[in-house]
C-alpha cells in the first residue's frame, strides 16, 4: 500500500509566511488578527479580522504575475512555491505531469467579485464591458490553475469548493491521487480572501466576535474573518525517501460525510460519524489520538456541537484539543490547511498550538483540554485534523509520525 | 476500466429535443430573453430554459435558493427516479453528491454583495440569503432535500466541471469512500452569468450566446449497479493542464492517448468524439483517427453553458442511445477544454433501454 507524506509547508497567514516564521508563531501563541483595512470595518460592531499583511506576490512568484490573478489565487500560487521550497523538492527532477494540484476555497476570488459588484452600481451593468479584467480573474477554478501555471505541472488542476473544510477535501483528493498511484508529487491546501460582504454576513448570521476570537470559552462569542494560502506538498514516501527529503509526517488517511441537515446549523452525530470515519480510513482507534486541531471557530454552536462530537467519539478521555483560529481567525476553505500544518509541526517539532484568548472554562464543555493559551512541549504520534463547513460539509483527516 | 457504470440521467436543457450535431452546424441564437431580468444583457436572444418553475419541485425554500441550486435539484431528483435507487437509512450514508458549477450563482454573490455597498445600516443583508453566495450550496441542499449523507463535493469548475466531476467520482467509488454517487453539473442564466460568458468565455467573446442547463447521472460501480439498468459505462476518465494556457496540444493529447490506453481502444474503434472544443479533430488526426469519424457537440443549439455543457453534451449521448438498441456497445469518445489550460478526455460505452428490450444489469 503507497504511502503519503509532508514533506514541504506553505504558510501564507497573518502569523507568518514560510514554515519557519509559521511554526515559531504557533509555538508563541501570536494573535495575528487587526483592525481591518481591506475594506473600512467603522460601520460595523467588529472591526477586527486576520488579514494577511506584508504579503509580497511579486517576490514570492517566479512565473505568473500577480496582476493578471486574484489575489486568493494569489495567495495559492505563493504558498505551493514556499511549500516546494520548503521540502527541497527539485521540481525539474519531477515529470511535469506525475505532479498535480488540489486548491480548496469557500468564496474564491470575492475581492475580484466585490469590485464588480462595485463596478456594476457605479456604471451599470451595461458598462460591464469596461469591468472585463475583472471578469477574466473571477472565476474560483483559477486558484489551482494558478497554482499549476505557477509550477509549470500538467497533473489535475482542481479547486474545491467545500467552504470551511476545503482544504481537508483537498489533502484528501491528493491522498488518493498518490495512492492510486495518479501523481508522485501532489500540492493541497487552499486559500481565501477576507471581504466585505463575508464579515457582513457572518455578522448577519449572528457569528461574528466583537473583537477576539476564544474558541471553548465560557464567554465566546463567535468567529473573526480571516485569509491566506496554505499549501503543503504531499509526496510517496517512496518517492519522498529516494530524494532523502525531511519528511514532517505521514498523511494516513481522511473521512468525509454530509450532515444533510441544515444549511448552516452543524450536526454532532454526523460530525461524530465523520470521525469515525477518518479512523477507520487511517485504520486506527479513537483511543491512537493525541492531539485534536479542532474546527473551533469560536462560534458558541460550533464548539459546543464540535465537544458534543468528541464526546461521542473519545468518551470520557478526549486528546487535548486547541483550535489555531484562536490566532489566525477563521480562515475560510485554508483553514484545514493550517490546521493540517499545526496538525504535522506538532507531530514533527513536538509541541501542541495553544487556544489563546482563552479565560473561563465552559461547564458545558467539560472534558475538554484546550491547550489554554501556551503551547505545550509533548510527542503526539497520531493527530487529528477537523474540518466542518455549511452545507454539512466534514472532513477530517488524519496525521501520524512516520515510523 | 474504471468499472464504473451510470444507471439514471436526469437532465433540464434549454433545447431538450436537440441532437448532437457536427461542430460545424450553424448556432441558434436562442430565444428573446430581454423579458428575463429587469437588467440589461449583452445578447437580446440566449439560451435560457423556458418554463422553469422551482416551485413544481415540491421542495419548501425555493425562494431562497439560486436558479441553479433549483436547476440541481430538479436534475438530481429526475436521476434519481430514471436509476429506480431507493435511498433509505440504510444506505442514505454511503450515497454521495459531487456538484460541478463555476462560482455556484454569481448572482447570489453578486446581489448579497450589492446590498452591503448599497444599503448604509450595519446588519444589512440577509441571513438566509447568506450561504447561498457560497459555491457549496448546490451540494449542500441537493444532500438535504434527498437525504444523501454520504461524500459532498463541490468541484469549482467552468467547461472542465464535468470531467473533473467525472474523475472525483471514478476515484470516491474506487476507493470505496461511497457506494453511488449522484454527480451533477450546472450553470444558470442570469445578466451576471451572461456577461461573464460574454467578455471571459473564448466562445463567449467570439459571439456564442450564454445558456444554462443542468445534468445530473447516477454513477456507480458495476457490481453494486446490478438489478438496474446500465445506461452507459465509464470506460476511461483523464484530466491534466496546459501552463502555457492551452496555447499546445501536447496535454490534450496525452489526455486522449491515456484514456484510449486505459479503455483499450484504438481511435478506429470509436463511434464517435463528442465535444465543444475545435482542436479536438487536429488531435485526433494526429493519432490517425479515421477521416470519417464523427465530430459533433451540442453547443449550436444551447449555447455556452460553462460548467453544464459538458453535462448536457454526455446527457445528449445517452439520449442518442436512450430509445433503440441500434447503438447499443458503441464508444464514444468525449474530450474538453478550459480556458486557462485545463483538458480532460472520457471514453464511455453505451446502451438503450427500449420498452420490453429486458433488463441490462451491470457488467
Known amino acids: 500500500m503507497t504511502r503519503v507524506v509532508i514533506t514541504g ?21 501570536r494573535s495575528g488578527i487587526s483592525r481591518i483595512t481591506s475594506f473600512d470595518p467603522a460601520r460595523y460592531p467588529c472591526t477586527n479580522g486576520g488579514e494577511v499583511r506584508g504579503f509580497d506576490p511579486g517576490t514570492l512568484l517566479r512565473r505568473i504575475d500577480p496582476n493578471e490573478w486574484g489575489r486568493s489565487s494569489s495567495f495559492a500560487a505563493a504558498a505551493a512555491r514556499l511549500a516546494a521550497d520548503d521540502s527541497a523538492l527539485v521540481l525539474a527532477d519531477v515529470p511535469p505531469d506525475r505532479v498535480g494540484v488540489v486548491v480548496g476555497t469557500t468564496t474564491g476570488e470575492p475581492q475580484v467579485m466585490e469590485a464588480f459588484a462595485r463596478h456594476v452600481v457605479d456604471r451599470g451593468l451595461a458598462r460591464a464591458p469596461e469591468a472585463v479584467g475583472l471578469l477574466l480573474r473571477l472565476p474560483t477554478e483559477r486558484l489551482a490553475h494558478a497554482v499549476s501555471t505557477e509550477l509549470g505541472v500538467t497533473g489535475e488542476s482542481i479547486t474545491l469548493g467545500t467552504a470551511c473544510s476545503a482544504s481537508n477535501y483537498a489533502l484528501g483528493y491528493a491522498f488518493d491521487l498518490l495512492t492510486d498511484g495518479m501523481a508522485d508529487v501532489m500540492f493541497a491546501g487552499g486559500a481565501d480572501s477576507v471581504a466585505r460582504y463575508i464579515h457582513a454576513g457572518f455578522l448577519r448570521l449572528g457569528a461574528l466576535a466583537s473583537s477576539a476570537c476564544a474558541p471553548f470559552d465560557r464567554d465566546r462569542e463567535g468567529l473573526l474573518v480571516g485569509e491566506g494560502g496554505s499549501m503543503l506538498l504531499l509526496e510517496t514516501l517512496v518517492h519522498a525517501r529516494r530524494r532523502g527529503a525531511r519528511i514532517y509526517a505521514e498523511l494516513l488517511g481522511y473521512g468525509l460525510n454530509c450532515d ?144 | 476500466m474504471t468499472g464504473l457504470v451510470i444507471t439514471g440521467v436526469g437532465c433540464l436543457s434549454p433545447a431538450a429535443a436537440a441532437q448532437l450535431a457536427p461542430l460545424d ?103 438566509a440569503l447568506f450561504p447561498g453566495t457560497v459555491i457549496n450550496h448546490t451540494a449542500g441542499q441537493c444532500a438535504i432535500h434527498y437525504g444523501l449523507k454520504g461524500v459532498n463535493t463541490t468541484i469549482a469548475s467552468g467547461r472542465l466541471a464535468f470531467l473533473r466531476v467525472l474523475a472525483y467520482t471514478a476515484t470516491m467509488l474506487r476507493r470505496g469512500r461511497a457506494d453511488t454517487i449522484l454527480a451533477g453539473v ?74 484510449l490506453g486505459q479503455a483499450g481502444l484504438g481511435p478506429h474503434e470509436l463511434s464517435r468524439v463528442i465535444t465543444d472544443d475545435q482542436r479536438t479533430a487536429a488531435v485526433l488526426r494526429a493519432l490517425h483517427a479515421p477521416a470519417e469519424l464523427p465530430y459533433v457537440g451540442l453547443r449550436h443549439a444551447v449555447g455556452e453553458c460553462r460548467a453544464a455543457g459538458d453535462g448536457l453534451l454526455m446527457a445528449g449521448l445517452l439520449a442518442l442511445h436512450r430509445d433503440s438498441t441500434r447503438h447499443d456497445g458503441q464508444c464514444s469518445l468525449l474530450v474538453g477544454t478550459d480556458r486557462d489550460g485545463g483538458v480532460g478526455a472520457a471514453v464511455i460505452q453505451a446502451w438503450g433501454r427500449p420498452p420490453g428490450a429486458g433488463h441490462r444489469e451491470g457488467h
Open chain 2, 186 to 259: 450546472v450553470e444558470e442564466f442570469t445578466p451576471q452569468s451572461a456577461w461573464l460568458s460574454r467578455l471571459a468565455e473564448p466562445a463567449g467573446i467570439q459571439g456564442m450566446p450564454a445558456g444554462e442547463g443542468a445534468a445530473a447521472f447516477v454513477v456507480e460501480s458495476a457490481d453494486h449497479a446490478r438489478g438496474r439498468h446500465v445506461d452507459a459505462a465509464v470506460l476511461a476518465v483523464a484530466t491534466g493542464f496546459d501552463p502555457t494556457g492551452g496555447r499546445g496540444t501536447r496535454q490534450l493529447t496525452d489526455c486522449v492517448l491515456r484514456v
Open chain 1, 260 to 403: 444533510a441537515y441544515h444549511a448552516v446549523a452543524p450536526s454532532s452525530s454526523a460530525i461524530a460519524e465523520c470521525m469515525r470515519l477518518a479512523h477507520r480510513d487511517a485504520k486506527i482507534t479513537a483511543a491512537a489520538v493525541d492531539y485534536i486541531c479542532a474546527h473551533g471557530t469560536g462560534t458558541p454552536t460550533n464548539d459546543a456541537t464540535e465537544t458534543a462530537a468528541l464526546r461521542e467519539v473519545f468518551g470520557p478521555r478526549i486528546p487535548p484539543t486547541s483550535s489555531i483560529k484562536s490566532m489566525l481567525g477563521h480562515t475560510m476553505g485554508a483553514a484545514s490547511g493550517f490546521g493540517a500544518m499545526a496538525s504535522v509541526l506538532a507531530i514533527a517539532k513536538g509541541f501542541l498550538p495553544p487556544t489563546i484568548n482563552y479565560r473561563r472554562p465552559d461547564p458545558d464543555l467539560a472534558g475538554v483540554d484546550p491547550v489554554p493559551n501556551r503551547a505545550r512541549a509533548a510527542s503526539p504520534r497520531v493527530v487529528q485534523n477537523n474540518g466542518f463547513a455549511f452545507g454539512g460539509n466534514n472532513a477530517v483527516t488524519i496525521f501520524g509520525a512516520v515510523a
Open chain 1, 9 to 29: 509547508l506553505g504558510p501564507v497567514s497573518s502569523i507568518g509566511i514560510g514554515a519557519a516564521d509559521f511554526a515559531s508563531a504557533l509555538r508563541a501563541g
Open chain 2, 25 to 127: 452546424t450553424t448556432p441558434d441564437l436562442g430565444r428573446d430573453v430581454t423579458a428575463c431580468y429587469p437588467d440589461p444583457l449583452p445578447t437580446p436572444r440566449a439560451h435560457a430554459i423556458a418554463d422553469f418553475d422551482p416551485r413544481q419541485l415540491g421542495l419548501k425554500g425555493a425562494a431562497f435558493r439560486s436558479r441553479a441550486t433549483n436547476l440541481a435539484l430538479a436534475a438530481c431528483g429526475r436521476a434519481l427516479a430514471d436509476s429506480g435507487l431507493l435511498v433509505g437509512d440504510d444506505n442514505r450514508g454511503r450515497v454521495g453528491v459531487v456538484i460541478g458549477c463555476a462560482e455556484g450563482s454569481l448572482k447570489a454573490a453578486c446581489d448579497y454583495t450589492t446590498v452591503t455597498i448599497t444599503d448604509p445600516s450595519p446588519r444589512h443583508g440577509s441571513a
